[in-house]
């Protein structure tokens, strides 16, 4: 591969001291880094996620946890846990997979993307070689798996932070989940590499992907990465070579997203790639970071997107952060009957299968039990 494939200019990389580089070597959390490859000059590109940076000697990758120490690239972030909790997989959100389980969930220190509007950022846009204080250092994936059954959980999410640059440990501790017989769940922004899917696809049950916008302009300007192209590549190789369970988000940006074109552009990409059973969840925007003088998206636009979705074809369309009394309610899409009911994060299953069809006549509704 060619050294200007990288989509990040050498500006926009971390240069570290000779003491801090000295500091992360022998780190428990400091692991020579997966997917890459030594170039010239002693740099090295890294393809864990789709911004393949090219990185001289002494720098950081564009996340901030890939370092080129003399030639060679090192991943800091393994086992270092920035948040741990038992969440229901509804708040992921996911609605289709073990509806009603408890999914241990973790989260780490940085970002390939730059969002403004980013709600984590406190820990996305972390330095992850000075700002490690704020984290559990040795969370290594026999603790993670542990606390999992330890809270009878049913399975693990990656997710607070991007698990597509977190490679060295959700490899890991996807295989050791899968062993202890829990699923497996990314939250993911989707701009991760083939080869990163490769490596995690077969140990992955589950693909929350954020499907932002059709418009390269939307990832350029508010997500400072070139374009989405990747993205949609990446969701459609989840679930047709590795066969996980995908469901999209879109957090719908007042002036930014928000246009029925998008909409209905975003809904029947869906459908035409993903299929028309997959669940869509559109979330509502709330002012976050550097985008304040955004209002919160108007319910109205939120009823359009949902209406466009299902106008497009798709049969499971959610809306989310935002209260609404049958919003995130499953109904069978043949007998139009409640199946999975839920309010706030509380699910009852009342009208489906085991095998996740209607309990009334069959129908398919690629659920997960
Ligand atoms: S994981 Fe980090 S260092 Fe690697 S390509 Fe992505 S942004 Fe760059
Ligand atoms: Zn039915």
Redesign the pocket.
């Given at each position: 591969m060619p050294d200007n494939d990288s989509v990040?200019a050498d500006q926009d990389l971390t240069e570290l001291r000779p003491d801090e580089l000295r500091s992360l070597i022998g780190l428990p959390n400091v692991r020579e880094a997966l997917l890459y490859q030594k170039l010239e000059s002693g740099r090295v590109r890294?393809?864990?996620?789709l911004?393949?940076?090219s990185?001289p000697s002494g720098m950081a990758?564009?996340?901030m946890?890939?370092v080129n120490i003399d030639g060679s690239l090192y991943d800091t972030i393994y086992g270092v846990v920035s948040a741990a909790h038992a969440d229901p997989i509804e708040k992921k959100p996911v609605f289709h997979y073990k509806p009603g389980s408890v999914c241990f969930s973790v989260g780490s220190l940085g970002c390939?993307f730059r969002c403004i509007f980013c709600q984590n950022w406190e820990i996305a846009f972390a330095d992850a070689v000075s700002s490690m204080g704020v984290c559990e250092y040795n969370f290594g994936p026999e603790q993670l798996v542990r606390r999992a059954l330890d809270t009878g959980s049913q399975g693990v999410a990656w997710t607070y932070n991007e698990p597509g640059?977190w490679l060295n440990y959700t490899l890991d501790s996807a295989k050791l989940a899968k062993q202890a017989g829990l699923y497996t769940c990314y939250v993911t922004n989707g701009y991760v590499t083939p080869e990163h899917l490769e490596m995690i696809g077969p140990h992955l049950d589950v693909y929350r992907v954020d499907i932002k916008s059709m418009s390269d302009d939307f990832y350029r300007k508010l997500i400072k990465v070139p374009s989405h192209t990747g993205i949609l590549e990446s969701a459609i190789l989840a679930k047709t070579r590795w066969n996980c369970h995908v469901e999209c988000v879109t957090n719908v940006i007042p002036g930014w997203n928000d246009s029925e074109e998008n909409i209905r552009q975003t809904a029947g990409w869906i459908v035409e790639n993903l299929g028309e059973l997959t669940p869509w969840h559109i979330s509502r925007f709330y002012p976050h970071a550097q985008m304040q003088d955004v209002p919160p998206t108007p319910v109205e636009t939120l009823e359009m997107a949902k209406r466009v979705g299902e106008e497009e074809g798709l049969k499971f369309v959610y809306l989310g952060n935002v209260r609404t009394k049958t919003g995130e309610n499953t109904y069978c899409p043949s007998c139009g009957r409640l199946v999975i009911e839920r309010s706030g994060y509380t699910t009852r299953v009342v009208g489906a299968t085991q095998e996740g069809k209607c309990a009334h006549d069959g129908a398919d509704l690629n659920v997960v039990m």
């Open positions: 990040v890294c393809n864990i996620c911004r393949r940076c990185i990758g564009y996340c946890t890939k390939n640059i």
